[in-house]
């Protein structure tokens, strides 16, 4: 495991260091706008699985949200409807995970079901890891399953057993900020669902959707 310090000095280093980790196929632990967060390449089936034991999921299907670099990357892999656009419009970058339908050939290998979560948030560093990989990765929260997420490093790699596996590379930005989980929106059919309620209220959801 590699472990690397990010900080203003350095971002253009770690941004490269990561993305070369992902085209390897590897796990990287990584700060986001929220909490720490696990990247993949959410094209790659054995990546994505190696996410999954990390997190100590014992099903394979559970879906994980993807970062991407802005709407163009989101349009590629997700298709969007006019409530799609309406909250990307006014929530994105930001704390908001949209689930739409994928599109056809998006080549994600993110789970079993037929829908994505788009991550677009409002930090230079996850940002710039899209833009440089060119293609989404994985977005899902650093944590055991059932554990609280991770909010800095050592909080989730000490949750980890001494028969688990590590991430490939860490990217240590220090303690972040207790920032709230992202709000969670479902858009199918036209119709909105909020399914978890995070840092953008569901009245904010609701009233950028009149």
């Known amino acids: 495991m590699k472990r690397i310090t990010l900080g203003k000095h350095n971002l253009e280093e770690a941004v490269a260091t990561?993305?070369?980790?992902?085209?390897?196929?590897?796990?990287?632990?990584?700060?986001?706008?929220?909490?720490?967060?696990?990247?993949?390449?959410?094209?790659?089936?054995?990546?994505?699985?190696?996410?999954?034991?990390l997190k100590g999921r014992t099903g394979a299907d559970k879906a994980v949200s993807v970062i991407v670099s802005g709407r163009r990357q989101a349009e590629a892999i997700a298709e969007f409807d006019p409530a799609g656009l309406k909250l990307w419009e006014a929530f994105m970058p930001g704390p908001l995970t949209l689930v739409l339908p994928l599109s056809e050939g998006s080549g994600l290998k993110h789970g079993s079901g037929d829908t994505v979560g788009l991550r677009y948030p409002d930090h230079d560093f996850s940002v710039q890891v899209a833009e440089r990989f060119e293609r989404p990765y994985t977005a899902t929260s650093a944590n055991r399953s059932g554990r609280?997420?991770?909010?800095?490093?050592?909080?989730?790699?000490?949750?980890?057993?001494?028969?688990?596996?590590?991430?490939h590379l860490?990217?240590?930005?220090?303690?972040?900020?207790?920032?709230?989980?992202?709000?969670?929106?479902?858009?199918?059919?036209?119709k909105a669902k909020v399914l978890r309620e995070g840092a953008i209220p569901e009245a904010d959801i609701e009233a950028a959707l009149v």
């Open 18 to 53: 990561t993305v070369e980790f992902l085209i390897e196929g590897g796990v990287v632990l990584l700060p986001t706008d929220t909490s720490y967060g696990l990247a993949a390449d959410a094209a790659r089936a054995e990546a994505v699985d190696a996410v999954n034991r």
């Open 148 to 167: 609280p997420p991770a909010y800095e490093p050592d909080e989730f790699l000490d949750q980890l057993g001494v028969d688990d596996p590590l991430p």
């Open 170 to 190: 860490v990217v240590d930005a220090g303690t972040l900020p207790m920032r709230p989980v992202s709000t969670v929106v479902e858009i199918l059919k036209t």
